[in-house]
């Protein structure tokens, strides 16, 4: 089948501006198997930023001094440069929380990676807390690390001290995700075709196994309530878990091949899926309708053209914090901004090699991690969102779409309120 430029709409697509770079070092018999940087992550608080640099090591930078680097050194800078280098942790306790630069042995091929951080006020769900190991403070921010031996281990951020070993899939953990409430219920997904919950306030006990998918599961994300949780997998699979009562929703149907990544908007409101069918999906988790779709390749390929190998593969996808706009990576060598609500990206940026993407916590910088260890980032477009906009942001926060559509009120401010196919 002939491959077509993507369509262009009458309005010209912005190029996206590069904030900076963080280059993996590369040794001359470097081994480019195992370099890649399969995540990336920021931590709540936006004050760490880590990726998975290659060969079993992750890295963890203070954020807001590695944009300063930026500003100061320009766009480039070689993560093992002793002139960028940022000071490293020291034993001083007044100095606990202060952020550092940290680099992490884990042991293993590095998958996934997770921050999570300690409400206290939400208890562990086992009874005997008096037995735990570890109390978990306000100030305590851990990081999860998924292995390619199925481990999962669990670090003290602000010291890199290894918490916990969690040891219980057999396979890769493609994916991790905490509950989003503070909790410290930790999801992981694998290619041993389970999810597990895991509680760290209970000491990493694993709480509960979630079966469903039949071939390998790829990501997984947390509704911003927690009381929902997405998973994707080989297969075309996207389902839906009741994350009170561990129980699957439904199952999403659409896609065309392996569904490889997804999340949820802000509000809870919308879901976005990426697969290998070229599309990007944004459905409606609550009633399970396909309210958008994003191509990467036109005209839109036929069912068995994107089953297969059709180098329009979309690798990652990413909500941005404003609920308004949308990132995929594609196999085409270009990132994507989108608006919920255009079929065309607002604005592009080239990248070789891509493999995942995430917004930083305020939602100016998109982070996008490479086969050969690196990240690169770029300003996200900043756009004032409409009055329509904020008014279902506010209210999809605390309603579902179902009891949106049961208020008493006009039909015409029910349609302004409710996101539309």
Known sequence: MAS?????????????????????????????????????????DGSYFAWSQGHRTVKLVPWSQCLKN??????????NSSSLRLSRQNSDGAQKNK???????????VWSLAFGSSVPEKQSRCVNIEWHRFRFGQDQLLLATGLNNGRIKIWDVYTGKLLLNLVDHSEVVRDLTFAPDGSLILVSASRDK?????????????????????????????SPDSSMLCSVGASKAVFLWNMDKYTMIRKLEGHHHDVVACDFSPDGALLATASYDTRVYIWDPHTGDILMEFGHLFPPPTPIFAGGANDRWVRSVS???DGLHVASLADDKMVRFWRIDED????VAPLSNGLCCAFSTDGSVLAAGTHDGSVYFWATPRQVPSLQHLCRMSIRRVMPTQEVQELPVPSKVLEFLSYRI
């Open 4 to 44: 077509f430029p993507p369509r262009v709409n009458e309005k010209e697509i912005v190029r996206s501006r590069t904030i900076g770079e963080l280059l993996a070092p590369a040794a001359p018999f470097d081994k480019k198997c195992g370099r890649e940087n399969w995540t990336v992550a920021f931590a709540p």
């Open 344 to 347: 065309y990206p607002v604005q």
């Open 319 to 321: 909500f941005s914090h």
């Open 99 to 109: 952020p550092h630069e940290h680099i992490i042995d884990c042991g293993d091929i």
């Open 194 to 222: 389970t999810l597990r919950v895991w509680d760290l306030k209970d000491d990493g006990n694993m709480m509960k196994v979630l079966r469903g998918h039949q071939n390998w599961v790829y990501s997984c994300a947390f």
């Open 70 to 79: 930026f500003l100061l050194h320009g766009t480039k800078n070689i993560t």
